[in-house]
Nanobody, 124 residues
Framework: VQLQASGGGLVQAGESLRLSCAAS????????VAWFRQAPGKDREFVAA????????YYDDSVKGRFTISRDKAKNTVNLQMNNVIPEDTAVYYC??????????????????WGQGTLVTVSS
């Protein structure tokens, strides 16, 4: 499965942005999907995930209530709707697919497929 992330750009604090991750050579239907991000000089961190086992969504506390992860089965994409962004959201965002257990859904090591990343810059 190849993943292609898109939708990044420069936005002002308080605005919205929608990231998309398209799959080719396979389908998202049998995988848990997630978004991670990496800010300059920092480690990659978990943002959000949609689990295939129970179809529930999971979020890091820093984005809970502002970001929404969703699947579009018809388009075979996974989206991350980012609302009320803040400068701390500035990072390269990566989509990922894999089959981690629920208790480890935020562990990037358990995802086998990755997109190339898309840069989000939030100005204050």
């Amino acid at each position: 499965v190849q993943l292609q992330a898109s939708g990044g750009g420069l936005v002002q604090a308080g605005e919205s942005l929608r990231l998309s991750c398209a799959a080719s050579g396979g389908t998202f239907s049998s995988y848990s999907v997630a978004w991670f991000r990496q800010a300059p000089g920092k480690d990659r961190e978990f943002v959000a995930a949609a689990a295939v086992q129970n179809m529930r969504t999971y979020y890091d506390d820093s984005v809970k209530g502002r970001f929404t992860i969703s699947r579009d089965k018809a388009k075979n994409t996974v989206n991350l709707q980012m609302n009320n962004v803040i400068p701390e959201d500035t990072a390269v965002y990566y989509c990922a697919a894999g089959r981690p257990i629920i208790s480890s859904i935020s562990n990037s090591m358990l995802y086998g497929y990755w997109g190339q990343g898309t840069l989000v810059t939030v100005s204050s």
